[in-house]
Protein backbone atom coordinates (compact mmCIF):
# COMPACT_ATOMS: atom_id res chain seq x y z
CA UNK A 1 0.00 0.00 0.00
CA UNK A 2 1.45 3.52 -1.23
CA UNK A 3 2.13 5.72 1.82
CA UNK A 4 1.83 9.42 3.13
CA UNK A 5 5.28 11.22 3.82
CA UNK A 6 4.26 13.37 6.66
CA UNK A 7 5.88 16.19 7.55
CA UNK A 8 6.97 19.87 5.73
CA UNK A 9 10.74 18.31 5.11
CA UNK A 10 10.30 15.50 2.81
CA UNK A 11 8.38 17.35 -0.14
CA UNK A 12 11.47 19.80 -0.63
CA UNK A 13 13.87 16.23 -0.40
CA UNK A 14 11.33 14.96 -2.82
CA UNK A 15 11.33 18.10 -5.39
CA UNK A 16 15.67 18.30 -4.66
CA UNK A 17 15.80 14.85 -5.81
CA UNK A 18 12.74 15.11 -8.41
CA UNK A 19 15.23 17.59 -9.80
CA UNK A 20 18.07 15.06 -10.78
CA UNK A 21 15.63 12.97 -12.21
CA UNK A 22 14.66 15.51 -14.69
CA UNK A 23 18.25 15.73 -15.87
CA UNK A 24 18.03 11.89 -16.66
CA UNK A 25 14.53 12.58 -18.12
CA UNK A 26 16.22 15.18 -20.21
CA UNK A 27 18.49 12.65 -22.19
CA UNK A 28 16.18 13.03 -25.15
CA UNK A 29 17.55 15.84 -25.96
CA UNK A 30 20.90 14.40 -26.25
CA UNK A 31 20.06 13.10 -30.40
CA UNK A 32 21.51 16.47 -31.68
CA UNK A 33 24.71 15.59 -30.04
CA UNK A 34 25.13 12.37 -31.95
CA UNK A 35 22.18 12.17 -35.04
CA UNK A 36 25.97 13.09 -36.87
CA UNK A 37 27.37 10.12 -35.85
CA UNK A 38 24.75 7.79 -36.87
CA UNK A 39 24.13 9.34 -40.30
CA UNK A 40 28.10 8.98 -40.74
CA UNK A 41 28.83 6.03 -39.02
CA UNK A 42 26.33 3.87 -40.39
CA UNK A 43 25.68 5.86 -43.77
CA UNK A 44 22.15 7.08 -43.19
CA UNK A 45 20.44 9.55 -45.35
CA UNK A 46 19.22 13.17 -43.90
CA UNK A 47 15.31 11.27 -44.20
CA UNK A 48 16.53 8.40 -42.42
CA UNK A 49 18.32 10.42 -39.49
CA UNK A 50 15.03 12.61 -39.23
CA UNK A 51 13.24 9.56 -38.56
CA UNK A 52 15.33 8.49 -36.29
CA UNK A 53 14.62 11.87 -34.57
CA UNK A 54 10.69 11.02 -34.44
CA UNK A 55 11.43 8.04 -33.03
CA UNK A 56 13.22 9.76 -30.51
CA UNK A 57 10.11 12.20 -29.77
CA UNK A 58 7.55 9.07 -29.89
CA UNK A 59 9.43 7.41 -27.15
CA UNK A 60 10.09 10.84 -24.84
CA UNK A 61 6.56 11.71 -25.26
CA UNK A 62 3.85 8.80 -25.75
CA UNK A 63 3.47 8.19 -21.79
CA UNK A 64 -0.28 6.76 -22.05
CA UNK A 65 1.35 3.70 -20.11
CA UNK A 66 3.14 5.57 -17.25
CA UNK A 67 0.17 7.73 -16.81
CA UNK A 68 -1.92 4.45 -15.98
CA UNK A 69 0.78 2.84 -13.70
CA UNK A 70 1.25 5.95 -12.08
CA UNK A 71 -2.44 6.50 -10.80
CA UNK A 72 -2.00 2.54 -9.50
CA UNK A 73 1.45 2.41 -8.17
CA UNK A 74 3.62 4.02 -6.18
CA UNK A 75 6.28 6.57 -7.56
CA UNK A 76 9.51 4.22 -7.37
CA UNK A 77 7.83 1.38 -9.56
CA UNK A 78 7.03 3.68 -12.46
CA UNK A 79 10.74 5.07 -12.21
CA UNK A 80 12.38 1.55 -12.10
CA UNK A 81 10.99 1.17 -15.22
CA UNK A 82 12.33 4.21 -16.59
CA UNK A 83 15.87 3.16 -15.31
CA UNK A 84 15.20 -0.14 -17.49
CA UNK A 85 14.09 1.26 -20.46
CA UNK A 86 16.96 3.68 -20.40
CA UNK A 87 19.87 1.07 -20.01
CA UNK A 88 18.52 -1.35 -22.67
CA UNK A 89 17.48 1.59 -25.00
CA UNK A 90 20.74 3.44 -24.91
CA UNK A 91 22.62 -0.20 -24.78
CA UNK A 92 21.04 -1.39 -28.25
CA UNK A 93 22.49 2.13 -30.03
CA UNK A 94 25.82 2.04 -28.23
CA UNK A 95 26.64 -0.95 -29.66
CA UNK A 96 25.82 -0.32 -32.99
CA UNK A 97 27.64 2.84 -33.30
CA UNK A 98 30.68 1.37 -31.88
CA UNK A 99 29.89 -1.03 -34.24
CA UNK A 100 30.01 -4.00 -32.01
CA UNK A 101 26.62 -5.44 -33.22
CA UNK A 102 25.50 -4.71 -37.11
CA UNK A 103 21.91 -4.10 -36.23
CA UNK A 104 19.32 -3.29 -38.76
CA UNK A 105 17.74 0.01 -39.00
CA UNK A 106 14.38 -0.96 -37.64
CA UNK A 107 15.97 -2.08 -34.75
CA UNK A 108 17.42 1.17 -33.57
CA UNK A 109 14.38 2.35 -34.46
CA UNK A 110 12.56 0.34 -31.65
CA UNK A 111 15.69 0.44 -29.46
CA UNK A 112 15.62 4.89 -29.30
CA UNK A 113 11.38 4.53 -29.01
CA UNK A 114 12.30 2.66 -25.59
CA UNK A 115 15.55 4.29 -24.39
CA UNK A 116 13.75 7.54 -24.76
CA UNK A 117 10.42 6.41 -22.85
CA UNK A 118 12.65 6.20 -20.28
CA UNK A 119 11.93 9.81 -20.00
CA UNK A 120 8.48 9.88 -19.85
CA UNK A 121 8.64 7.55 -17.45
CA UNK A 122 11.05 9.43 -15.19
CA UNK A 123 9.05 12.64 -15.97
CA UNK A 124 5.63 11.33 -15.02
CA UNK A 125 6.97 9.83 -12.01
CA UNK A 126 8.39 13.03 -10.72
CA UNK A 127 5.99 15.26 -12.42
CA UNK A 128 2.85 13.90 -10.81
CA UNK A 129 4.57 13.42 -7.60
CA UNK A 130 5.30 16.84 -6.67
CA UNK A 131 2.29 18.26 -8.45
CA UNK A 132 0.19 16.31 -5.76
CA UNK A 133 2.79 17.46 -2.98
CA UNK A 134 2.13 20.89 -3.72
CA UNK A 135 -1.04 21.35 -4.84
CA UNK A 136 -1.31 24.87 -4.52
CA UNK A 137 1.71 26.26 -6.69
CA UNK A 138 1.04 23.51 -9.53
CA UNK A 139 2.71 26.59 -12.07
CA UNK A 140 5.56 27.28 -10.30
CA UNK A 141 6.38 23.71 -10.03
CA UNK A 142 5.89 22.75 -13.29
CA UNK A 143 7.75 25.61 -14.16
CA UNK A 144 10.94 24.23 -11.84
CA UNK A 145 10.76 20.78 -12.94
CA UNK A 146 10.19 21.58 -16.63
CA UNK A 147 12.90 23.94 -16.70
CA UNK A 148 15.26 21.98 -15.16
CA UNK A 149 14.37 18.94 -18.24
CA UNK A 150 15.04 22.00 -20.26
CA UNK A 151 17.88 22.54 -18.87
CA UNK A 152 19.41 19.10 -19.22
CA UNK A 153 20.44 19.39 -22.91
CA UNK A 154 23.10 22.12 -21.76
CA UNK A 155 24.27 19.85 -18.65
CA UNK A 156 24.71 16.71 -21.38
CA UNK A 157 26.71 19.21 -23.12
CA UNK A 158 28.89 20.43 -20.88
CA UNK A 159 29.90 16.29 -19.79
CA UNK A 160 29.78 15.65 -23.55
CA UNK A 161 32.54 18.33 -24.46
CA UNK A 162 34.57 18.85 -21.80
CA UNK A 163 34.43 15.33 -20.20
CA UNK A 164 33.81 12.79 -22.97
CA UNK A 165 35.73 15.08 -25.54
CA UNK A 166 33.33 15.12 -27.99
CA UNK A 167 32.54 11.19 -28.62
CA UNK A 168 28.93 10.52 -29.35
CA UNK A 169 30.13 6.48 -28.80
CA UNK A 170 31.17 7.33 -24.80
CA UNK A 171 28.09 9.84 -24.69
CA UNK A 172 25.61 6.68 -25.16
CA UNK A 173 27.59 4.50 -23.04
CA UNK A 174 27.29 7.49 -20.40
CA UNK A 175 23.35 7.37 -20.90
CA UNK A 176 23.42 3.34 -20.73
CA UNK A 177 25.02 3.23 -17.72
CA UNK A 178 25.31 6.99 -15.69
CA UNK A 179 21.89 7.66 -15.85
CA UNK A 180 20.61 4.17 -14.47
CA UNK A 181 22.84 4.24 -11.73
CA UNK A 182 21.52 8.09 -10.92
CA UNK A 183 17.91 7.40 -10.75
CA UNK A 184 18.50 4.20 -9.15
CA UNK A 185 20.19 6.08 -6.59
CA UNK A 186 17.18 8.32 -5.81
CA UNK A 187 14.22 6.25 -6.63
CA UNK A 188 13.35 6.34 -2.68
CA UNK A 189 13.56 10.11 -2.38
CA UNK A 190 10.70 10.71 -4.60
CA UNK A 191 7.53 9.59 -3.16
CA UNK A 192 3.96 10.82 -2.41
CA UNK A 193 3.60 13.55 0.84
CA UNK A 194 1.10 15.35 2.87
CA UNK A 195 -0.22 18.65 0.57
CA UNK A 196 -0.26 21.97 2.35
CA UNK A 197 -3.27 23.29 1.84
CA UNK A 198 -3.06 26.72 2.58
CA UNK A 199 -1.00 29.45 0.96
CA UNK A 200 2.74 29.57 3.07
CA UNK A 201 5.09 33.14 3.15
CA UNK A 202 7.99 30.04 3.47
CA UNK A 203 6.93 27.78 0.49
CA UNK A 204 7.19 30.72 -1.36
CA UNK A 205 10.45 31.71 -0.23
CA UNK A 206 11.79 28.35 -0.95
CA UNK A 207 10.22 28.23 -4.54
CA UNK A 208 11.92 31.45 -5.07
CA UNK A 209 15.59 29.98 -3.94
CA UNK A 210 15.21 26.91 -5.84
CA UNK A 211 14.42 29.10 -8.92
CA UNK A 212 16.90 31.53 -8.69
CA UNK A 213 19.23 28.35 -8.58
CA UNK A 214 18.20 27.45 -11.34
CA UNK A 215 18.58 30.78 -13.30
CA UNK A 216 22.19 30.75 -12.22
CA UNK A 217 22.60 26.94 -12.99
CA UNK A 218 21.44 28.09 -16.84
CA UNK A 219 23.99 31.05 -17.30
CA UNK A 220 26.94 28.96 -16.08
CA UNK A 221 26.00 26.15 -18.05
CA UNK A 222 26.06 28.81 -20.97
CA UNK A 223 29.01 30.65 -20.31
CA UNK A 224 31.30 27.32 -19.70
CA UNK A 225 29.85 25.87 -22.92
CA UNK A 226 30.85 28.97 -24.90
CA UNK A 227 34.02 28.54 -22.70
CA UNK A 228 34.67 25.24 -23.77
CA UNK A 229 33.83 25.73 -27.54
CA UNK A 230 36.25 28.86 -28.21
CA UNK A 231 39.08 28.16 -25.74
CA UNK A 232 41.40 24.96 -25.52
CA UNK A 233 40.52 23.96 -21.76
CA UNK A 234 43.06 21.58 -19.43
CA UNK A 235 41.14 18.32 -18.38
CA UNK A 236 41.26 19.94 -14.96
CA UNK A 237 39.82 22.99 -16.13
CA UNK A 238 36.96 21.06 -17.94
CA UNK A 239 36.58 18.46 -14.66
CA UNK A 240 36.36 21.68 -12.39
CA UNK A 241 33.56 23.35 -14.25
CA UNK A 242 31.63 19.46 -14.12
CA UNK A 243 32.47 19.74 -10.55
CA UNK A 244 30.84 23.37 -9.69
CA UNK A 245 28.25 22.37 -11.93
CA UNK A 246 26.96 19.46 -9.93
CA UNK A 247 27.15 21.66 -6.86
CA UNK A 248 24.40 23.94 -8.64
CA UNK A 249 22.59 21.02 -9.16
CA UNK A 250 22.91 19.85 -5.35
CA UNK A 251 21.59 23.62 -4.72
CA UNK A 252 17.45 22.44 -3.99
CA UNK A 253 18.79 19.84 -1.03
CA UNK A 254 19.89 23.16 0.74
CA UNK A 255 16.44 24.07 1.75
CA UNK A 256 15.40 20.50 3.56
CA UNK A 257 18.87 20.93 4.86
CA UNK A 258 17.96 23.87 6.87
CA UNK A 259 14.57 22.82 7.56
CA UNK A 260 16.44 20.08 9.76
CA UNK A 261 18.99 22.38 11.46
CA UNK A 262 16.53 25.22 12.12
CA UNK A 263 13.39 23.24 12.47
CA UNK A 264 10.56 26.18 12.63
CA UNK A 265 8.22 25.55 15.42
CA UNK A 266 5.02 25.95 13.87
CA UNK A 267 4.07 22.73 11.85
CA UNK A 268 3.03 23.33 7.71
CA UNK A 269 0.22 25.21 7.93
CA UNK A 270 -3.07 23.19 6.11
CA UNK A 271 -1.74 20.12 6.46
CA UNK A 272 -3.66 16.69 5.69
CA UNK A 273 -2.62 15.33 9.35
CA UNK A 274 -1.21 16.88 11.90
CA UNK A 275 -0.45 13.56 13.65
CA UNK A 276 2.92 14.05 16.57
CA UNK A 277 3.54 10.50 16.13
CA UNK A 278 6.89 9.71 15.44
CA UNK A 279 5.62 7.18 12.62
CA UNK A 280 5.39 9.59 9.61
CA UNK A 281 4.40 7.18 7.00
CA UNK A 282 0.11 7.25 6.75
CA UNK A 283 -1.82 4.76 4.13
CA UNK A 284 -3.04 6.25 1.25
CA UNK A 285 -6.88 6.00 1.35
CA UNK A 286 -6.91 2.23 3.07
CA UNK A 287 -11.19 2.60 4.33
CA UNK A 288 -11.44 5.81 2.70
CA UNK A 289 -10.44 4.42 -0.76
CA UNK A 290 -12.81 1.19 -0.84
CA UNK A 291 -15.75 3.72 -1.99
CA UNK A 292 -14.75 5.94 -4.42
CA UNK A 293 -16.47 9.20 -3.67
CA UNK A 294 -18.64 10.66 -6.49
CA UNK A 295 -17.62 14.00 -6.17
CA UNK A 296 -13.88 14.38 -5.43
CA UNK A 297 -11.65 17.24 -4.50
CA UNK A 298 -8.38 17.42 -6.90
CA UNK A 299 -6.02 16.15 -4.25
CA UNK A 300 -9.01 12.79 -3.32
CA UNK A 301 -6.20 10.36 -4.36
CA UNK A 302 -4.35 11.41 -0.96
CA UNK A 303 -7.87 11.22 1.34
CA UNK A 304 -10.29 13.39 1.64
CA UNK A 305 -9.64 16.96 2.17
CA UNK A 306 -13.45 17.97 2.83
CA UNK A 307 -15.12 16.61 5.72
CA UNK A 308 -18.16 16.21 3.77
CA UNK A 309 -20.34 16.63 0.42
CA UNK A 310 -22.16 19.33 -0.09
CA UNK A 311 -25.83 19.14 0.91
CA UNK A 312 -27.08 20.29 -3.04
CA UNK A 313 -24.60 17.87 -4.54
CA UNK A 314 -25.35 14.90 -2.86
CA UNK A 315 -29.72 15.54 -3.20
CA UNK A 316 -27.98 15.89 -6.49
CA UNK A 317 -26.63 12.26 -6.54
CA UNK A 318 -29.82 10.91 -5.06
CA UNK A 319 -31.74 8.71 -8.04
CA UNK A 320 -35.29 8.68 -8.03
CA UNK A 321 -37.17 5.25 -7.61
CA UNK A 322 -37.30 2.36 -5.24
CA UNK A 323 -33.32 1.50 -3.88
CA UNK A 324 -32.72 4.94 -3.90
CA UNK A 325 -29.87 4.56 -6.21
CA UNK A 326 -26.98 6.97 -6.48
CA UNK A 327 -26.03 8.61 -9.89
CA UNK A 328 -22.68 10.27 -10.80
CA UNK A 329 -23.42 13.27 -12.38
CA UNK A 330 -20.88 14.69 -14.64
CA UNK A 331 -17.68 16.27 -13.69
CA UNK A 332 -17.17 20.11 -14.39
CA UNK A 333 -14.10 21.87 -15.22
CA UNK A 334 -11.87 22.57 -12.70
CA UNK A 335 -13.02 19.31 -10.89
CA UNK A 336 -11.62 15.96 -11.51
CA UNK A 337 -11.92 14.28 -14.58
CA UNK A 338 -11.27 10.76 -15.73
CA UNK A 339 -9.80 10.62 -19.14
CA UNK A 340 -12.49 9.40 -20.95
CA UNK A 341 -14.73 11.92 -19.66
CA UNK A 342 -11.61 14.41 -20.45
CA UNK A 343 -11.73 13.37 -23.96
CA UNK A 344 -15.00 14.41 -25.48
CA UNK A 345 -14.90 17.84 -23.80
CA UNK A 346 -13.69 21.14 -27.22
CA UNK A 347 -11.69 22.50 -24.31
CA UNK A 348 -9.44 19.25 -24.07
CA UNK A 349 -9.06 19.38 -27.78
CA UNK A 350 -8.17 22.80 -28.18
CA UNK A 351 -6.00 22.57 -25.76
CA UNK A 352 -4.01 19.24 -27.27
CA UNK A 353 -4.11 21.36 -30.76
CA UNK A 354 -2.43 24.24 -29.18
CA UNK A 355 0.34 22.80 -27.89
CA UNK A 356 0.94 20.51 -30.70
CA UNK A 357 1.10 23.52 -32.92
CA UNK A 358 3.55 25.14 -30.70
CA UNK A 359 5.78 22.38 -29.81
CA UNK A 360 5.25 20.27 -33.07
CA UNK A 361 6.63 23.06 -35.01
CA UNK A 362 9.45 23.87 -32.28
CA UNK A 363 10.75 20.56 -32.07
CA UNK A 364 11.37 19.98 -36.07
CA UNK A 365 13.58 23.21 -35.84
CA UNK A 366 15.53 21.07 -32.59
CA UNK A 367 15.57 17.74 -33.91
CA UNK A 368 17.04 19.53 -37.35
CA UNK A 369 19.23 21.86 -35.63
CA UNK A 370 23.02 20.25 -36.91
CA UNK A 371 21.69 20.43 -40.11
CA UNK A 372 20.54 23.91 -39.80
CA UNK A 373 23.55 25.34 -38.59
CA UNK A 374 25.58 23.32 -40.84
CA UNK A 375 23.25 24.62 -44.11
CA UNK A 376 24.24 28.05 -43.05
CA UNK A 377 27.94 27.38 -42.31
CA UNK A 378 28.33 27.04 -39.02
CA UNK A 379 30.78 24.22 -38.59
CA UNK A 380 30.55 23.62 -34.65
CA UNK A 381 26.87 23.79 -33.70
CA UNK A 382 27.13 22.74 -30.06
CA UNK A 383 27.14 26.19 -29.06
CA UNK A 384 23.69 26.57 -31.10
CA UNK A 385 22.16 23.58 -29.59
CA UNK A 386 23.27 25.12 -25.61
CA UNK A 387 21.58 28.35 -26.70
CA UNK A 388 18.61 26.74 -27.33
CA UNK A 389 18.64 24.68 -23.91
CA UNK A 390 19.48 27.79 -22.00
CA UNK A 391 16.31 29.96 -23.61
CA UNK A 392 14.53 26.64 -23.77
CA UNK A 393 14.87 26.77 -19.69
CA UNK A 394 14.07 30.32 -19.79
CA UNK A 395 11.18 29.46 -21.23
CA UNK A 396 9.40 27.08 -19.15
CA UNK A 397 10.93 28.48 -15.90
CA UNK A 398 9.91 31.94 -16.84
CA UNK A 399 6.30 30.59 -18.24
CA UNK A 400 5.54 28.81 -15.35
CA UNK A 401 6.33 31.92 -13.03
CA UNK A 402 5.04 34.61 -14.81
CA UNK A 403 1.60 32.65 -15.65
CA UNK A 404 1.40 31.69 -11.82
CA UNK A 405 1.45 35.46 -10.53
CA UNK A 406 -0.80 36.94 -13.57
CA UNK A 407 -3.51 33.74 -13.16
CA UNK A 408 -3.62 34.74 -9.16
CA UNK A 409 -3.46 38.33 -9.86
CA UNK A 410 -5.86 38.88 -12.31
CA UNK A 411 -7.30 35.36 -13.28
CA UNK A 412 -5.90 35.52 -16.58
CA UNK A 413 -5.97 32.10 -18.15
CA UNK A 414 -2.62 30.68 -18.34
CA UNK A 415 -3.53 30.08 -22.15
CA UNK A 416 -2.65 33.46 -22.98
CA UNK A 417 1.06 32.91 -22.91
CA UNK A 418 0.78 30.37 -25.55
CA UNK A 419 -1.30 32.94 -27.76
CA UNK A 420 1.34 35.17 -27.37
CA UNK A 421 4.75 32.77 -27.66
CA UNK A 422 3.27 31.36 -30.85
CA UNK A 423 2.91 34.60 -32.49
CA UNK A 424 6.51 35.49 -31.82
CA UNK A 425 7.48 31.89 -32.85
CA UNK A 426 6.21 32.99 -36.25
CA UNK A 427 8.50 35.84 -36.43
CA UNK A 428 11.32 33.28 -35.07
CA UNK A 429 10.72 30.89 -38.54
CA UNK A 430 10.27 34.03 -40.69
CA UNK A 431 13.82 35.22 -39.66
CA UNK A 432 14.84 31.50 -40.09
CA UNK A 433 13.58 31.50 -43.64
CA UNK A 434 15.20 34.94 -44.22
CA UNK A 435 18.60 33.78 -43.60
CA UNK A 436 20.08 36.90 -42.66
CA UNK A 437 23.57 37.00 -41.60
CA UNK A 438 23.89 36.66 -37.89
CA UNK A 439 20.22 35.80 -37.87
CA UNK A 440 20.92 32.63 -36.45
CA UNK A 441 21.54 32.67 -32.91
CA UNK A 442 19.10 35.58 -32.60
CA UNK A 443 16.12 32.95 -34.28
CA UNK A 444 16.87 29.91 -32.51
CA UNK A 445 17.17 31.56 -28.80
CA UNK A 446 13.55 33.21 -29.53
CA UNK A 447 12.20 29.89 -30.74
CA UNK A 448 13.63 28.13 -27.39
CA UNK A 449 11.94 30.73 -24.92
CA UNK A 450 8.98 30.20 -26.58
CA UNK A 451 9.42 26.35 -27.09
CA UNK A 452 9.68 25.85 -23.43
CA UNK A 453 6.64 28.15 -22.35
CA UNK A 454 4.21 25.55 -24.39
CA UNK A 455 5.57 22.82 -21.93
CA UNK A 456 5.08 24.99 -18.63
CA UNK A 457 1.83 26.46 -19.31
CA UNK A 458 0.31 23.16 -20.72
CA UNK A 459 1.22 21.09 -17.60
CA UNK A 460 -1.12 23.12 -14.89
CA UNK A 461 -3.63 24.56 -17.45
CA UNK A 462 -4.68 20.70 -17.83
CA UNK A 463 -4.61 20.04 -14.25
CA UNK A 464 -6.92 23.02 -13.70
CA UNK A 465 -9.08 22.25 -16.37
CA UNK A 466 -9.48 18.19 -15.41
CA UNK A 467 -7.94 18.20 -11.90
CA UNK A 468 -4.79 15.72 -10.24
CA UNK A 469 -6.81 12.71 -9.71
CA UNK A 470 -6.22 11.03 -13.15
CA UNK A 471 -3.40 14.07 -14.29
CA UNK A 472 -0.93 11.59 -15.04
CA UNK A 473 -2.91 9.91 -18.24
CA UNK A 474 -4.25 12.75 -19.13
CA UNK A 475 -1.00 15.32 -19.17
CA UNK A 476 0.51 12.18 -21.33
CA UNK A 477 -1.57 11.80 -23.69
CA UNK A 478 -1.18 15.76 -24.47
CA UNK A 479 2.27 15.14 -25.06
CA UNK A 480 1.70 13.04 -28.15
CA UNK A 481 1.51 16.17 -29.65
CA UNK A 482 5.14 16.23 -29.60
CA UNK A 483 6.10 12.95 -31.90
CA UNK A 484 2.65 14.24 -33.79
CA UNK A 485 4.36 17.12 -34.87
CA UNK A 486 7.90 15.33 -34.97
CA UNK A 487 6.24 13.38 -37.24
CA UNK A 488 4.27 15.48 -39.60
CA UNK A 489 7.13 18.55 -39.65
CA UNK A 490 10.60 16.68 -39.62
CA UNK A 491 9.91 13.92 -40.78
CA UNK A 492 7.81 13.71 -43.49
CA UNK A 493 8.48 17.43 -44.07
CA UNK A 494 11.81 18.84 -43.21
CA UNK A 495 13.38 15.96 -43.56
CA UNK A 496 12.29 15.61 -47.60
CA UNK A 497 12.36 19.18 -48.28
CA UNK A 498 16.28 18.57 -47.36
CA UNK A 499 17.26 15.52 -49.10
CA UNK A 500 15.61 16.83 -52.45
CA UNK A 501 17.93 19.51 -52.06
CA UNK A 502 20.62 17.97 -51.33
CA UNK A 503 19.96 15.72 -54.31
CA UNK A 504 19.89 19.07 -56.68
CA UNK A 505 23.51 20.03 -55.38
CA UNK A 506 25.41 17.12 -55.28
CA UNK A 507 23.63 15.19 -57.83
CA UNK A 508 23.14 12.06 -55.48
CA UNK A 509 21.07 9.45 -56.00
CA UNK A 510 17.93 8.82 -53.41
CA UNK A 511 19.88 6.97 -50.12
CA UNK A 512 22.43 9.24 -50.14
CA UNK A 513 24.17 10.91 -47.19
CA UNK A 514 24.83 14.09 -48.71
CA UNK A 515 24.70 17.14 -47.30
CA UNK A 516 22.58 20.22 -48.15
CA UNK A 517 24.15 23.87 -47.90
CA UNK A 518 22.37 27.22 -48.25
CA UNK A 519 19.24 29.03 -47.32
CA UNK A 520 16.91 26.53 -49.46
CA UNK A 521 17.61 23.90 -46.98
CA UNK A 522 15.05 24.43 -44.75
CA UNK A 523 13.25 27.96 -46.04
CA UNK A 524 10.03 26.02 -47.13
CA UNK A 525 10.28 24.69 -43.88
CA UNK A 526 10.46 27.38 -42.23
CA UNK A 527 7.17 29.17 -43.78
CA UNK A 528 5.29 26.49 -43.66
CA UNK A 529 6.03 26.37 -39.71
CA UNK A 530 5.12 30.10 -39.48
CA UNK A 531 1.81 29.26 -40.80
CA UNK A 532 1.56 26.22 -38.23
CA UNK A 533 1.98 29.05 -35.49
CA UNK A 534 -0.52 31.43 -37.20
CA UNK A 535 -3.31 28.38 -36.85
CA UNK A 536 -2.22 28.05 -33.29
CA UNK A 537 -2.16 31.48 -31.99
CA UNK A 538 -5.96 31.69 -33.17
CA UNK A 539 -7.03 28.59 -31.85
CA UNK A 540 -5.18 29.59 -28.60
CA UNK A 541 -7.33 32.95 -28.14
CA UNK A 542 -10.59 30.91 -28.75
CA UNK A 543 -9.18 28.34 -26.10
CA UNK A 544 -8.60 31.35 -23.71
CA UNK A 545 -11.63 33.17 -23.76
CA UNK A 546 -13.84 29.63 -23.51
CA UNK A 547 -11.72 28.85 -19.98
CA UNK A 548 -11.64 32.53 -18.15
CA UNK A 549 -14.75 32.15 -16.58
CA UNK A 550 -13.01 28.58 -14.60
CA UNK A 551 -10.18 30.76 -13.81
CA UNK A 552 -12.30 33.04 -12.24
CA UNK A 553 -13.93 30.61 -10.18
CA UNK A 554 -10.68 29.01 -9.16
CA UNK A 555 -8.56 31.73 -8.51
CA UNK A 556 -10.92 34.50 -7.23
CA UNK A 557 -9.65 34.83 -4.13
CA UNK A 558 -6.07 35.68 -5.58
CA UNK A 559 -4.91 32.11 -4.53
CA UNK A 560 -6.02 28.67 -5.73
CA UNK A 561 -9.26 27.34 -4.56
CA UNK A 562 -10.33 24.03 -4.37
CA UNK A 563 -13.56 23.27 -6.32
CA UNK A 564 -16.88 21.59 -4.99
CA UNK A 565 -19.73 20.83 -7.46
CA UNK A 566 -21.30 23.89 -5.14
CA UNK A 567 -19.57 26.35 -6.50
CA UNK A 568 -20.70 25.41 -10.29
Known amino acids: MPALKIGSRPPWVGLAAAVWVQIAAGNAYNFPLYSHSLKSVLGFNQQQVTMLG ?19 SPPWVVLLIGTVACFLGYGVLWLALSQTLSLPYWVLWLALCVATNSSAWLGTGVLVTNMRNFPLSRGTVAGILKGYVGLSAAVYTEIYSGVLHNSSTKLLL ?110 VG ?33 AEGEGAVKKKRRPKRGEDFKFREAVVKADFWLLFLVYFLGVGSGVTVLNNLAQIGIAAGVTDTTILLSLFSFCNFTGRLGGGAVSEYFVRLKTIPRTIWMT ?61 GNPLGALLFSGLLAGYIYDKEAE ?27 GVCGLGSILSVILTVRIRPVYKMLYSGGSFRQPQGSHH
Do not use: W
Open 504 to 530: KQNGFLVGSSGSCLGPNCFRLTFLVLA
Open 420 to 480: CTQVVMIAAYLLFASFINGSLYAATALLGICFGVQFSVMVPTASELFGLKHFGIIYNFMLI
Open 54 to 72: VANDIGENVGILPGLVCNK
Open 286 to 318: HDLDKSEPLLSSSANNLGSFRDGDDESDVNMLL
Open 174 to 283: FLTLGMPVLCLALIYLVRPCTPSLEEDSTERGHFLFTQTASVFLGIYLLTTTVLNDVLTLSDVISYTFIGIMVLILLAPLAIPIKMTLYPSNPKRSGMLSQSPSTDHLVP
